[in-house]
């Protein structure tokens, strides 16, 4: 009996980590604006999950009226030349709800040096964003998972 309680404690946990570290190399930088980090790499290697190759990193703030800045950074957490990118990103908003994924795309532009939009409200929590920039002919992928 004892195993059984083990493994459906096991079972259900498994859920909260499906999309968790699912498109890059975990970070472990603290955000220089106070939101939170995650890995950038190309949309390309992002099936690759943490074996991509980490190109840049990224920030997310969020304010209460759903409005998201993302902010750019090298390596060692220097802010990127915002002329280096296109002056538009897309970003998708997916949350989970009764097994069922919605996902819910918004624009972002590059405003004062981050990308900024509005995000939609999520249908449930925890959510997560993806945002895709070009830099030249390259397609980027930040992935900020399990928001609430």
Sequence with gaps: MRYLGILLAASLS????????GHGPKTTDAGKMGGVMTAVVLAKEAKLGPKAAL?????????????????????????????????SA????????????????????LEDGAFTGKAPKASSKPFNIDALFKEGDKELLAAFDNLD
Excluded at 64 to 80: F, Q, S, W
Excluded at 90 to 109: D, G, I, Q, Y
Aim: no cysteine.
């Design 14 to 21: 498994l859920p909260a980590f499906a999309h968790d570290e």
């Design 55 to 87: 190109v840049y990193k990224a920030e997310l703030t969020r304010s209460d009226d759903g409005t998201v800045r993302i902010y750019l950074y090298d390596k060692e957490m220097k802010p990127l030349d915002p002329a280096r990118f296109a002056k």
């Design 90 to 109: 897309k970003a998708v908003l997916e949350s989970h709800k009764k097994k069922k994924t919605s996902k819910s795309p918004f624009a972002l532009t």
